[in-house]
């Protein structure tokens, strides 16, 4: 784990989310023609990404000031929902995954929720190994609307 990279919780007057929206896109751009349908990192814009944060809460890990990372997180009534975990592919290998996740748990314990959910695409089978690590397990299969084959399983984390 990178000791030089930090984890903060973006704050309400957050104004570099032009940086956050490339990050998306380049750590999502390993999916493209992988998953079907296509990723809805490709319907982001800095518009709505600053709408996506005043609804929930993004976390960013920092490395010498450089956006290497990104979360957000839903809270629901039972829990925390995570989306857009994001990071920079030439940083990946480094923890830094683990160290947001670390900070979504924190978030939720903080506020008494006794889990975290995700989803990940079906053809994404590294990602579901390593949300296994995490201590995530299957609890779903869905399908996009139009679809009549799952495209995504839930998986979720009951906290300690």
């Not at 290998?93 to 008494?112: C, S, T, Y």
Request: glycine share 6%; with cysteine; charged share 30%.
């Amino acid at each position: 784990m990178d000791s030089l990279v930090s984890v903060a919780q973006l704050p309400a007057d957050f104004d570099r989310w032009d940086e956050v929206l490339a990050l998306i896109m380049r750590a999502f751009a390993a999916m493209d023609g992988v998953i079907d349908p296509p990723s809805s990192a490709h319907r982001l814009t800095v518009e709505n990404l600053r709408d996506k944060a005043r609804q929930e809460t993004g976390f960013a890990a920092l490395k010498h000031g450089r956006i290497v990372g990104c979360v957000f997180v839903l809270e629901r009534a039972r829990d925390f929902y995570v989306g857009k975990l994001a990071v920079e592919p030439d940083f990946r290998g480094q923890g830094i995954a683990r160290r947001l996740m670390q900070a979504v748990e924190d978030l939720a314990r903080n506020r008494r929720k006794p889990a975290i959910e995700l989803q990940t695409r079906i053809e994404l089978t590294g990602n579901h190994a390593a949300f296994a690590r995490l201590g995530f397990h299957e609890t779903a299969r869905t399908a996009h609307s139009g679809y009549d084959r799952p495209t995504s399983i839930t998986m979720r984390k009951v906290l300690s």
